[in-house]
Each structure stands twice: as structure tokens, then as C-alpha cells.
């Protein structure tokens, strides 16, 4: 099946094909087939729905378009086209499209929009099924704040995965902890000085980034004279083989070595750190396939991977540390990388070296992506090009990095510690703050609590989204109170107010007829309401390709717009119903009118709906 086609039949017009093209041929005397491939959807919807490339219909001596207009006969599908350089564009005809996209949404429900656009996996395949993704995302260090890189690699990795599986991939959604390594050698250190067992049970996060804070700070002269050192091309090892540096070396040290007490301590943490972490991301909807982290990479794969790079002649021994040179190895720009540091300890880039491999014993996936900050982006290039100086092309050809500019001035406004639990609970009281503002007592305490999480998080994310990916931003409260634009409030609130419209309808239709009148829904703001409709499965085809939300979240904008035009309209009949006897629309519909109305407002709310769930917000209910 060619892509129109499948678009048509995505909109319900599958059927309708022979139609279109019928028409083109008898009214002027081309090819049904031919005429066919001359059709194609519209993306701007402002300039139609169809267009045909007259051209392309091959007509003996390319009569005027004009011409070519008079000789079409009429039909229910269009109204009449208007010519467009060699094009003709064709909108659909109302009653048409509300007939043919209201069931066809209905049918689909939430499935409407989303697509096995895949198939499965070859049969002979061992893992035969779905296609197989790993989403590798959010990945905060423990100890460590949750800055703004976490949170935009949160929102974005979630809505990655989330697109991901509604184009029928299984998705494996994996949390990369920071868990290992030098950091939390040094946070073992300051346990040791500054660790309170009844603190770490109560809020176990914050007493943990409290703790590592501390020890951050005696640990600063330290670093600072090593700094300078390494400055004035002085060796570093008399500073860093002695104080804090020298013990915190040793935990690393113990741990690699699989010290029980080291690792015990270690375990505990993590657990505690993973326990309020994963409450932190339920407010977010999110669930994790697995917490993997640093920690967990295998010192077996690791080891397999030093050896191959011994025997590649890649691996070189620079000052006490082993080093690849990218630069001498085909990539200008990446620099001399320690893989393994001068005391034996692993490095960074070791660690996420052989995470793949490990990854694609585990998952055997087909694609992984990592949604990382850009700030990471020559260590992704060094992972991918360490893979191939391995002789893994073949894995370093499945990996992705899909990154993203900086979120900045998150502590301009957030003054808690920057945990995740944290930045939702700040920004939910700014949501409040506002309500309470604007709303007065007339907002209970409980409508207060309940719409805490979700409207901070669509603030968050719509925020986020604003922009292309590759744009950093400037955290702004405002924007994520505002009401206007692209705003996740705005969309919250009248997602609300179609729940509600729809069940008022509900409660009026239920003994009715079962015809619906389609011709209820030729005004404009229908008219407009069912375009918006049919466009979404073009919009997360587009979206699913590009990993662009933000196309996504304009087209919700405008379709809760275009909501609020219907729904505006009928309130103020119903007011000028309360004000006086007048044309009273609202309240002399007949059964086929109101039940037509219900299905265009279930038809959007599912793609509203669908549209929020794929760009990560809960929904506020009401
Ligand atoms: N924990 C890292 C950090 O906070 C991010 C991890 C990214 N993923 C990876 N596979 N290296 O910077």
C-alpha cells in the first residue's frame, strides 16, 4: 500500500478512492489508475484537503485548469476545486467527512492515530515478535541533584518511549543511575562523617544529596589545588594520594574489588535512593522497564573490552591510565579518552562502552536510543566510535543519541534541594498559588490537591516542548501559569470542559433514536473541528519521525481551540437562552443533532486525550 492510501484509509476514506479518481477520469477522460496517482493529502490545511497535479494526469493537449473544473461532476465528497498553479485543490465536503471520520474515530478509539507502522520481527529471529527498542532516559547520579538535564531528559525520554510503543515497538524503558564510580566513593566517605540513619529513613534523597553536599565542600580545597596543579603542568599524585582524595580512591577501590561492607552500605542506598525515585516518576506516569545504572555494567564485558582494543592496537598506556587516542583513529575532535584511570578504577566511557554490549545480550534490541543533554555529545561519538574500533559496527549502527539543549535558571525559582519530588511539589504550589489567585475561595482545598500534579506537570512539559529539541530554555513560572499559546494549562482546562460537555450530552442522550444527523455539523467551527481531527495521524507520523513533541503540541493547541470555538458558541446560546426567549439552539436539538454532537466531542477527546498521554500528562479529573 503507497502512502496515500494509507493516509486515506486512516481517515476513513479508504473506500471512497475509487470515488476521487473515478470522478477525475469521467469528468476528464484520463485513467482512473493514472488519476490516482495524481492525488495527494494536503498537509496545510488552511489550502485544502486533496490536491491533484494535473500534469500528472497525462491529459491529451493539458486542457486550462478552468476548463478541466467545469467538467468534473458534482459530487458529495467535495465542494467545488479551485486551481493552484498545475494543481487542483479540493476541500472536503462536510457532511462527507463527519459521516466517514466520526465512526472510523469511534471504532479506533484510543488506537486512533497510533500504528503498527513496524510488523514483526523476521520469524527465524530467536526474539521474533514486536521490534525491540531500548529507551535509555532520565539517569540521575546517586548522590546528586536532579538538575535540568535530568528533568528535560525525563519528560523527553518519556515521550520517545511513549510514541515509540504507539507505532507498535516494545519498548524496554531503561533508568542509567549515576551509581557508581568516584562520586559516590566520596558520598561514602562523607556517610561515614555526616550520615543519620533516622534522616536517610524519613526523606531519603535529600539526606543523601545533604550528606554528599557536605563532603562536596571539604572536599573543594582539596580538588582545587589539584586543579591548579594539573594548571601549572605539575604532577598531581602528591596532592590526590593523600586527605579525602586518597579515601575516597580506596572505597572506589574496595568497591570495585567487591568488598561485602563497601557494597552492603552501597546496596542500602540505592535501594532507599530507587524506593523515592520510582514515587517521584509515578506522579509523572512513568514506569521503568529497569533501573540499570553504572553499577550494574558486567566487569567481565569490561575486561572483554580492553582485551579487543589491546588487540586492535588501539589501547595505549598514557601516564599510569590506558587511553584510546580517537584523533589518531579516524575522528578529529574527540581527544584522548582514559578508559581505565591510573589507580585501575573503570571510567565513565568504559562503563557505557560495554553497557551496550551487556544490553544487547540482555534486550537484543533492534534500535536503543539515549535522550541525553548535548552537553554529552562527544561521548556518545566516543562510545559509538569505541564500538567500532571493537569491531562492533554492526551495535554501533543500532545506537542513538538523541540529544538536547539546557534547561536554565531552574534555581532562580525553585529554592527546595533540586530533587525531582521537589521541582513537582514547587511547581504544583506555583500552579495553586495561581488557581487561588484567580479563583479565590471558590477553589476547595481538594479541587486544589487534586489538580496540584497535573497541571504542574503539563506546565513542565508543555514548557519543555515549547521548542526544538536541540533549544535550551530559560525556566520560566510564567509560562508555565499562562493560559495562552501552547500553554499544558490551557489544554488541561479545556480537556475539563469537553469531559464535561460530553457528559452533560451523555445525560440527554441516553434514550435516544440511534441516527445521527451529519448535517448538524456543517458550520464552520464543526467543519473546522473534524479537519483538525483528521489531520492527527499525519501528526504523529511526522512527530514519530522527527522526535519533534513540539509539532505535536501545536496541533493540540489548535484543536483545543478549536474546541473552545464549538463549545464557546454553545455557551452563549445557553446564555442568551437564560437572558430571554431566542433561537434557543442548544435546547430544541433533536436526538440526531445531539447525538451527532456527542460523537464529535468523543472524537475529540480521545484524540485530545491521546495526544496528552503521548506527550506525557496525566489529565486532570474533574
Ligand atoms: N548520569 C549521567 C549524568 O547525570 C547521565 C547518564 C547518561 N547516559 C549514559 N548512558 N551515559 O550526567
Known amino acids: 500500500m503507497d502512502k496515500l492510501q494509507v493516509q486515506l484509509q486512516a481517515l476513513g476514506l479508504g473506500p471512497d478512492l475509487p470515488e476521487i ?4 477520469a469521467s469528468g476528464l477522460g484520463c485513467d482512473a489508475g493514472t488519476a490516482y496517482e495524481a492525488i495527494n493529502l494536503a498537509t496545510d490545511l488552511e489550502l485544502g484537503d486533496l490536491f491533484v497535479i494535473l500534469p500528472k494526469l497525462k491529459l491529451q493537449g493539458l486542457p486550462p485548469a478552468a476548463e478541466c473544473i467545469r467538467n468534473l461532476p458534482n459530487s458529495p ?14 476541500f472536503f465536503g462536510n457532511r462527507k467527512l463527519a459521516s466517514l471520520l466520526l465512526p472510523y474515530i469511534a471504532e479506533r478509539n484510543t488506537s486512533y492515530g497510533r500504528k503498527d507502522v513496524l510488523g514483526l520481527r523476521d520469524s527465524t529471529d530467536p526474539g521474533a515478535g514486536k521490534k525491540r527498542i531500548v529507551v535509555e532516559f532520565s539517569s540521575p547520579n546517586i548522590p546528586g541533584k536532579f538538575n535540568g538535564n535530568h528533568l528535560r531528559s525525563t519528560l523527553l525520554g518519556q515521550f520517545v518511549a511513549n510514541i515509540y510503543e504507539s507505532m507498535g515497538w516494545e519498548v524496554v524503558r531503561l533508568n542509567y543511575l549515576g551509581d557508581w564510580g568516584k562520586p559516590y566513593a566520596l558520598f561514602a566517605v562523607g556517610w561515614e562523617r555526616f550520615g543519620d540513619e533516622e534522616k536517610l529513613q524519613q526523606d531519603p534523597l535529600g539526606h543523601i544529596l545533604e550528606v554528599y553536599t557536605k563532603i562536596e565542600d571539604e572536599f573543594k580545597p582539596e580538588m582545587d589545588a589539584s586543579r591548579q596543579a594539573k594548571k601549572d603542568g605539575h604532577s598531581t ?9 586518597a579515601e575516597r580512591d580506596e572505597i572506589f577501590r574496595k568497591m570495585e574489588a567487591g568488598d561485602e561492607k563497601t557494597l552492603a552500605l552501597w546496596q542500602r542506598l540505592r535501594d532507599y535512593a530507587i524506593g523515592s525515585l520510582g514515587t517521584a516518576y509515578q506522579r509523572l506516569g512513568i514506569e521503568f522497564t529497569e533501573y540499570d545504572g553504572e553499577s550494574q555494567v558486567k566487569s567481565e564485558t569490561m575486561d572483554e573490552i580492553e582485551a579487543k582494543l589491546r588487540d586492535n592496537g588501539v589501547y595505549e598506556e598514557s601516564d599510569g591510565s590506558w587511553v584510546i587516542n580517537f584523533d589518531k583513529h579516524g575522528v578529529k575532535g574527540l581527544g584522548t579518552q582514559i578508559i581505565r584511570g591510573r589507580t585501575g578504577s573503570s571510567t565513565y566511557l568504559l562503563r557505557d562502552i560495554a553497557a551496550v554490549l551487556d544490553r544487547d545480550k540482555k534486550y537484543n534490541f533492534d534500535e536503543m536510543i539515549y535522550v541525553v543533554s548535548s552537553r554529552q555529545n562527544s561521548h556518545f561519538l566516543q562510545v559509538f566510535k569505541a564500538l567500532e574500533l571493537i569491531g562492533r559496527a554492526d551495535l554501533a549502527g543500532k545506537l542513538r543519541h538523541e540529544s538536547f539543549g539546557e534547561i536554565r535558571g531552574l534555581t532562580d525559582h525553585l529554592h527546595k534541594p533540586l530533587l525531582l519530588g521537589n521541582i513537582l511539589d514547587e511547581c504544583g504550589d506555583i500552579m495553586c498559588g495561581v488557581a487561588k489567585k484567580d479563583l479565590g475561595d471558590d477553589i476547595s482545598e481538594h479541587a486544589l490537591a487534586v489538580m496540584g500534579d497535573p497541571t504542574a506537570i503539563a506546565g513542565l512539559v508543555a514548557q519543555d516542548m515549547f521548542g526544538k529539541r536541540a533549544q535550551g530554555y530559560i525556566f520560566t513560572p510564567g509560562r508555565m501559569t499562562s493560559l495562552e499559546g501552547e500553554s499544558g ?3 488541561q482546562q479545556h480537556h475539563l470542559l469537553l469531559s464535561s460537555a460530553i457528559s452533560e450530552l451523555r445525560a440527554q442522550v441516553e434514550v435516544m433514536a440511534t441516527e445521527l444527523n451529519y448535517a448538524a455539523l456543517e458550520d464552520e467551527g464543526s467543519t473546522n473541528l473534524l479537519r483538525i481531527l483528521a489531520q492527527y495521524p499525519d501528526v504523529t507520523a511526522a512527530t514519530y519521525k522527527s522526535l519533534e513533541p513540539h509539532a505535536l503540541l501545536t496541533y493540540l493547541s489548535r484543536l483545543a481551540d478549536a474546541i473552545t470555538d464549538i463549545l464557546g458558541e454553545e455557551s452563549d446560546d445557553e446564555y442568551e437562552d437564560e437572558a430571554g426567549p431566542s433561537d434557543a439552539q442548544a435546547t430544541e436539538d433533536g436526538p440526531e443533532v445531539l447525538k451527532v454532537k456527542l460523537a464529535l466531542y468523543e472524537s475529540a477527546k480521545v484524540v485530545l486525550e491521546g ?4 506527550l506525557g500528562f496525566p489529565v486532570v479529573i474533574a
Open 489 to 491: 494549562l490551557k489544554l
Open 77 to 90: 465528497l467535495f465542494s467545488t476545486p479551485y486551481v493552484d498553479g498545475v494543481q487542483l485543490r479540493f
Open 237 to 245: 599524585e602528591d596532592i590526590e594520594s593523600k586527605g579525602i582524595f
Open 611 to 614: 495526544g496528552m498521554g503521548l
Open 21 to 24: 479518481a473515478g470522478l477525475l
